[in-house]
């Protein structure tokens, strides 16, 4: 059965304006102290220190986030078995990654004082862009040189695994190419039970990293009835309300944006350098709200103190 928009999104909008989703995974979990320089960046802790990503996911949870995105935007079997993992351990632990982030929303709502005012939150299984496996900074670029087919076989594997899980909805993040697209959206039509956002990354005010119109990827997309939301993310925040007006004008599926902080990210130092804007979120949200955002949070170097900030400001506009 296909996901209802109007119980994935329309729920949140009509009890908060918006549907507010968590922040950096990867950035919290280096606020505690781990070392994610590493090929399988926060996911490799789904190895060696699940509770951590758990403690992460209940700290969004508890700053106001109706959504948690799960830690396999860098998880892959391939990755998974370069440490030595069988098949069906690389298996379970992509699964876990579901698994970790449906307890913790689950344990969060058990509280009844964490109910009050709130909507259940979801869990979004997180399917990276190929770049994010190459771990080489080319989800911002999409110069991946290979054609659909290749995209296709690449995701499939990851993607049948979190299909068949209890998360609500798949989220298809930092997509830097219109060809990465099509291989994911082939792969949301061979399981109709299951409804995705698709969330770009883009080099300027009008195209994807890869150069491709954000019009025209938001066009083939908006026809699709298990995409629920099309959007931005990891993209810097001077940039979301031109590109909110772009999908509003190419779609009439919910707009997505969670931008990053405004720093830029050094593939080769594996670092981000830059001026950080995440001080400005909570003044730039309801701007980007009013532009027509229905699905709000943010990204890489952004925080949970962040989350409950825009959380507050959203919550009284």
């Known amino acids: 059965m296909l996901p209802d928009i109007s119980v994935i999104v329309s729920r949140f ?23 994610l320089r590493d ?44 440490r030595g993992c069988s098949q069906s351990e690389a298996e379970r632990l992509l699964k876990s990654s579901v698994d970790i982030a449906v307890a913790a929303r689950d344990e ?17 299984a997180s399917v990276g862009s ?28 990851r993607w049948r695994i979190l299909a068949d899980t209890d998360a609500d909805l798949i989220a298809c993040e930092t997509i830097p190419s219109a060809v990465e697209s099509r291989a994911m959206l082939s792969l949301l039509e061979e399981t109709p039970e299951r409804g995705a956002w698709f969330s ?28 629920i939301a099309i959007g931005v993310n990891c993209t810097a925040p001077v940039l979301m309300i031109p590109l909110i007006e772009t999908l509003r004008k190419s779609s009439d599926k919910p707009v997505v944006v969670y931008p990053n902080s405004g720093e830029r990210y050094d593939s080769g130092l594996r670092a981000w350098d830059g001026t950080r804007e995440t001080a400005k979120f909570s003044s730039l949200c309801v701007t980007w709200r009013k532009s027509g955002a229905k699905l709000i949070g943010g990204c890489c170097r952004t925080r949970p103190r962040d989350i409950a900030a825009m959380r507050r400001v959203l919550t009284v506009s």
């Open 108 to 124: 969060f709502w058990s509280v009844e004082s964490n109910r009050a005012g709130r909507v259940r939150p979801v869990v979004a």
């Open 200 to 227: 770009f990354t883009c080099r300027d005010e009008e195209r994807l990293s890869d150069g491709t119109p954000l019009a025209d990827v938001a066009a083939e997309l908006g026809d699709e009835s298990q995409v």
């Open 39 to 82: 090929d399988l960046w926060s996911a490799r802790l789904l190895i060696d220190n699940a509770d951590d990503i758990k403690r992460v996911h209940r700290s969004y949870l508890e700053s106001g986030a109706d959504c948690i995105i799960t830690s396999s935007y860098q998880a892959t079997i391939p990755g998974f078995k370069t």
């Open 13 to 35: 909008v009509d009890a908060a304006g918006c549907m507010m989703l968590d922040g950096g995974l990867a950035t919290e979990l280096e606020a505690l102290g781990h070392d």
């Open 130 to 157: 190929y770049g994010a496996a190459l771990a080489d900074g080319s989800e911002y670029r999409g110069d991946y040189g290979v054609d659909q087919d290749f995209l296709y076989d690449f995701h499939r594997p």
